[in-house]
């Protein structure tokens, strides 16, 4: 049974209800924070009443209402940010929020994604990782106690989207063709949304991963795009007709192409850091954390095994 209460910041989104969901499976005391605003979304109103029946506490409170926060925040021991890589300044609230109630035993920013420290970025989608970055320091800078959690790429993003620029953001495989990033060798980490609520939630209690960077790297789900390739050919039973998309084409066809909208160029400089330059997977220091190594027990979903959904 979880120890501590959690506090779940922005929890209707895509990862956060699936934070939700596992911390109250793993049995904390649960609680919910919705934008008064999200009212007007039916969606979200129904997610909400859901996590309502299984047991979380629901608070419809506004970050801009710094002393509600405050209240709220005095409740719990544990904060987890899920908020869209569009609005992370507004964690600047809740930290201001959090160093005033002074509670707080742990911090998770809105991270679950690649370790913002690790590289540079490119421009012109390295904004969100900067404000990561940022947000990081100033947590540091004010003695919040936090764990940072790096989860790799999202399976029902970028698994069966094949990183496809063209169509991009299609959900699932190709069906005849598909394009391979420089020469399909380079290892990515993949991490199905159930999973990383999962292993989040397992941390929660974890002294091990107070005010460090946790990796969600289970050794089945990390492939290349090669091996996800054969993967999904083997699954379909043919063979997908494949051309080789360069790093230097990467950057002269999309990210430096003007032509393209703001989405996709940032997108290709995703992709050139995970698909190209390889920022997922680098060797592990023995003081790095990795979730299937500190929680066993949890039988993960494999990439195969969520590409096998698909056919
Ligand atoms: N590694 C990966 O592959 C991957 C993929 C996607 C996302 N991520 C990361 O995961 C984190 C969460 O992303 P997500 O896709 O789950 O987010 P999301 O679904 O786009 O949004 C999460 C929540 O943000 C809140 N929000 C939306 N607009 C807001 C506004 N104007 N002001 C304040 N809050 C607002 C909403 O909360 P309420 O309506 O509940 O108040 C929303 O449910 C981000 O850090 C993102 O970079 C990683």
Redesign the pocket.
């Known amino acids: 049974m979880g120890e501590n209460r959690v506090l779940v910041?922005?929890?209707?989104?895509?990862?956060?209800?699936h934070i939700v969901n596992a911390c109250l499976e793993q049995g904390h005391p649960t609680f919910?924070?919705?934008?008064p605003?999200?009212a007007r979304?039916v969606e979200?109103v129904q997610l909400?009443l859901s996590f309502r029946r299984a047991g979380a506490k629901i608070f419809w409170v506004s970050?801009d209402d710094h002393d509600e926060l405050v209240k709220l925040l005095k409740q719990v021991d544990v904060v987890i940010?899920?908020?869209?890589?569009?609005?992370?300044d507004?964690q600047y609230k809740l930290i201001n929020a959090i160093k005033e109630a002074g509670n707080i035993k742990k911090f998770y920013?809105?991270?679950?994604?690649?370790d913002v420290d690790r590289n540079p970025h490119i421009p012109p989608g390295d904004k969100?990782f900067t404000d990561?970055v940022a947000i990081r320091r100033t947590v540091e800078a004010l003695g919040i106690p936090y764990t940072y959690i790096s989860?790799?790429?999202?399976?029902?993003?970028?698994l069966p989207s094949f990183a496809q620029l063209e169509p991009l953001c299609k959900f699932v495989p190709p069906g005849d063709s598909v394009v391979i990033h420089g020469d399909g060798n380079v290892k990515i980490v993949w991490?199905a949304e159930k999973d990383?609520g999962t292993y989040t939630a397992k941390s929660i209690d974890d002294p091990r991963t107070l005010n460090r960077t946790v990796y969600f790297r289970p050794p089945k789900n990390v492939l290349t795009m090669n091996e996800q390739v054969a993967i999904w050919e083997s699954k379909i039973g043919k063979a997908l007709k494949k051309s080789y998309l360069s790093e230097k084409e990467l950057f002269a066809k999309y990210i430096q192409d003007e032509k393209h909208p703001w989405l996709t160029r940032a997108a290709a400089a995703h992709m050139y850091e995970i698909f190209h330059r390889g920022d997922l997977y680098f060797d592990f220091g023995p003081d790095d954390l990795e979730a299937s190594v500190l929680y066993p027990e949890v039988e993960y979903t494999t990439a195969e095994s969520y590409l096998e959904l698909f056919v």
């Open positions: 910041v922005s929890a209707t989104g895509y990862i956060g209800r919910v924070q919705v934008r605003e999200a979304d979200k909400v970050l940010c899920t908020v869209s890589h569009f609005h992370l507004e920013p809105s991270e679950f994604g690649t969100l990561k989860a790799n790429c999202f399976m029902g993003f970028f991490m990383i």
